[in-house]
């Protein structure tokens, strides 16, 4: 058996937390002018909790992506993150979130690398063909640099909004140091890393190539990556957005040491490992484009061969602002998102039905909800913001709820009709329009 897929597995239905309610009964008054995009919210907005929740016993939190039974650390961050911002006075999200960022934290600890891990030890796993150092903990073992950001920046999130310091135990401070060696190790992989990953599935995009360690790289000071955030193989394996996460998690990482841990050392290597992050992302992330200007190449692999290109999964080019790693207005930013936006991006698609970015997870001519959830949260303008929130409006296929992917041409054609992730972000752009008083 080649890849080990389950079927849909129900969770326990939580109750939901008052602040969740609060801020549905909110939508209720402000929207009501909108019954179709009202009822979005109200359904998009929960999902992460109604359908992919489960308190542990031992006071952890697991969250599945929706229809694969596993946790992404990735996916589980950004499926949470739009109810950060609630949880400060109410003591069931703080459960919920605090647990989730525990769990994290064995996660880390059992395997740095893996991106996603199974519910206990029970040896479950997307595919058995997998040639890597697997643990029965882990359900896929590709090497996402942006994976371990994710735990940082929930972490970091969640301090900042509710103040709380249970979380940072000595376990947490051992995840911290897992996190900075690795980044240390990749940051010269072919002389010192143990990671290999090859899957015998037939297709490319699912192994790294020259026997599991990936096509060569030259000595950047940014960190090695295996694959992407849509899990499929980096070409040039420095990937940008991905080291700019790793910059703005090495800043965080940086608080954690001098105000929680006090810990000027660790403070010191972290700083220094943050600069020749960022020095590299400088020297050998910026590619001089004839139309566009300096833009954030994709990928590189150090030697002037760049892939020129977004993705529609976070951490990508147009999600930089989101990511914290420069404002929206920077120059090589703004930049760079013209083109992300144009056709030059080769995975940017015009249809009749919507146009936006897309990915070469899915097929060719299909946007992804996320990318504009994502547009949507990163516009510069009011209006641009409210052409994102109409185009997920129109495009649901009248299921009440955000895909994957769908055909530019026809949104009745999608992929993954239960994907909490880009429910949660569509939840985010909705609530911030809200808040700021455009619906």
């Not at 950004?78 to 979130?97: F, G, S, W």
């Not at 040491?257 to 960022?278: G, H, N």
Request: net charge negative; hydrophobic share 40%.
């Amino acid at each position: 058996m080649e890849q080990f897929r389950l079927p849909k597995i129900p969770m326990p239905k939580l109750d939901l937390p008052q602040a969740v309610l609060d801020v549905l009964a909110e939508a209720e008054q402000k929207l009501a002018h909108r019954p179709k995009l009202l009822q979005l919210f109200k359904n998009c907005f929960p999902n992460t909790l109604e359908t992919t929740t489960k308190l542990m016993d031992d006071g952890t939190t697991f969250v599945i992506t929706g229809d694969i039974p596993a946790l992404w650390l990735r996916d589980s961050v950004e499926q949470v993150i739009h109810y950060v911002p609630l949880a400060k006075d109410d003591a069931d999200l703080q459960r919920i979130i605090g647990g989730l960022i525990k769990r994290h934290i064995q996660y880390v600890l059992i395997d740095p690398y893996a991106n996603a891990f199974n519910e206990t030890a029970n040896d479950w796993h997307w595919n058995t063909t997998d040639e890597t150092d697997m643990s029965p903990w882990v359900w896929e073992r590709k090497f996402e640099i942006d994976s371990l950001c994710f735990v940082v920046r929930l972490a970091y999130q969640y301090w900042k909004e509710t103040g709380l310091t249970d979380i940072f135990d000595a376990g947490f401070k051992q995840a911290m140091r897992a996190i900075m060696e690795l980044f240390k190790t990749e940051q010269r992989h072919f002389e010192q890393s143990p990671y290999r990953f090859t899957r015998n599935n037939g297709i490319p995009t699912d192994s790294l190539r020259n026997q599991g360690l990936g096509m060569p790289v030259n000595y950047t000071g940014m960190v090695w990556s295996g694959f992407r955030s849509s899990d499929d193989a980096c070409d040039f394996h420095y990937n940008i957005p991905g080291n700019m996460f790793a910059v703005v998690s090495l800043r965080q990482m940086q608080e954690f040491a001098e105000w929680v841990f006090r810990d000027m050392a660790m403070l010191d290597e972290l700083k220094r490992l943050e600069a020749d992050i960022d020095h590299g992302i400088q020297l050998y992330g910026i590619y001089r484009h004839p139309e566009f200007g300096p833009i954030y190449a994709y990928e590189t692999d150090g030697y002037g061969n760049y892939c020129l290109m977004d993705d529609a999964g976070t951490p990508g080019l147009v999600s930089i602002p989101y990511l914290g790693y420069v404002t929206a207005d920077d120059e090589v930013y703004q930049n760079t998102r013209r083109f992300a936006l144009s056709k030059e991006n080769p995975f940017y698609y015009e249809g009749k039905a919507a146009k936006g970015i897309g990915s070469p997870h899915t097929p060719p001519g299909y946007i992804w909800h996320m990318a504009l959830s994502m547009q949507g949260l990163t516009a510069a303008t009011n209006e641009e913001k409210l052409a994102m929130i109409a185009m997920l409006e129109a495009t649901d296929a009248d299921t009440g709820f955000m895909h994957e992917g769908f055909h530019s041409d026809d949104p009745g054609v999608f992929t993954r009709s239960w994907f909490a992730w880009s429910n949660s972000l569509f939840s985010q752009l909705v609530y911030r329009a809200m808040k700021e008083g455009l619906l």
